[in-house]
């Protein structure tokens, strides 16, 4: 390919990334707003959605079609992750709330090891010597400040694998990946039933606490402790991944 070739083949690759970036801004929008409504309102929404635009921008440019996922599937993916990345960077969680969501994921996994079922939150709560109410509190603010969601235990037990068109993957690389998934799709399936049926509402048909509330016929709050528990306990089953990365 000549010089002239080559540089009319960049041009015309930089407007199909222009084009496909046009077309999935709305996209960008809506997943801003979503996150957005998770967070406190000193969270701004046009700032999530500036750093979801440069994970729309790398995705069009990273993305290759033959891995089988479709360009939305994986730019969600990238947009979330640079979306979560902004709010990593703001640094306005307070250390404490780590603190205390690494505790009670302990307390969740010595629980259920040694009892063969799910913790429930009094155990949880008493094993953390600390009332249920403080421990519905903890959850919270956790949620409140993303440290506890699906999409943040996805990122922080392999975001980088799920985007693997980025960069080519090692066969060791490609199992690991491949047995994440597996093994979080049985923590998700061994849930007790009802924060199975939130974690599916919340994530899948993307409702907001009030609206799974009225679905179930439970208090908005109700509603973020069953997701908060749901999620603790997520956290706990997937132990060996949280301690291979850390």
């Known amino acids: 390919m000549n010089m002239s070739a080559q540089a009319e083949y960049r041009s015309v690759q930089r407007q199909a990334a222009s084009d496909v970036v046009a077309r999935h801004t709305d996209l960008v929008a809506r997943i801003a707003h979503h996150l957005a ?17 440069i994970g729309l921008i790398e995705a069009s440019r990273s993305f290759d079609a033959t891995q089988g996922a479709s360009f939305e ?20 969680v307070p250390r404490s709330v780590h603190r205390n969501l690494r505790a009670a994921t302990a307390a969740t996994r010595a629980i259920e090891q040694s009892t063969g079922r799910a913790a429930t939150s009094r155990e949880v ?26 999409d943040a235990n996805v990122d922080e037990f392999g975001e980088s694998q799920l985007t693997s068109t980025q960069q080519a993957a090692s066969p060791n690389q490609h199992l690991d990946n491949i047995q994440f998934h597996r093994e979080l799709a049985a923590a998700i399936e061994s849930l007790p039933e009802r924060e199975r049926l939130v974690l599916s509402l919340y994530y899948e048909q993307e409702l907001n606490l009030r609206e799974i509330g009225a679905v179930l016929e439970v208090s908005e709050s109700r509603v973020c402790q069953i997701h908060a528990q749901a999620l603790v306990r997520v956290r706990a089953r997937l132990h060996d991944w949280t301690r291979a990365e850390s």
């Open 73 to 92: 599937t994986y730019a969600s993916i990238r947009i979330r992750g640079a979306m979560l990345d902004e709010l990593r960077r703001g640094d306005w």
């Open 37 to 53: 409504a998770r967070l406190p309102s000193s969270v701004d929404v046009h700032d999530l959605q500036q750093a979801g635009m």
């Open 125 to 150: 709560a008493a094993s953390m010597e600390i009332s249920v109410d403080e421990y519905g509190r903890l959850l919270a603010n956790a949620v409140r400040g993303h440290v506890l969601s699906l």
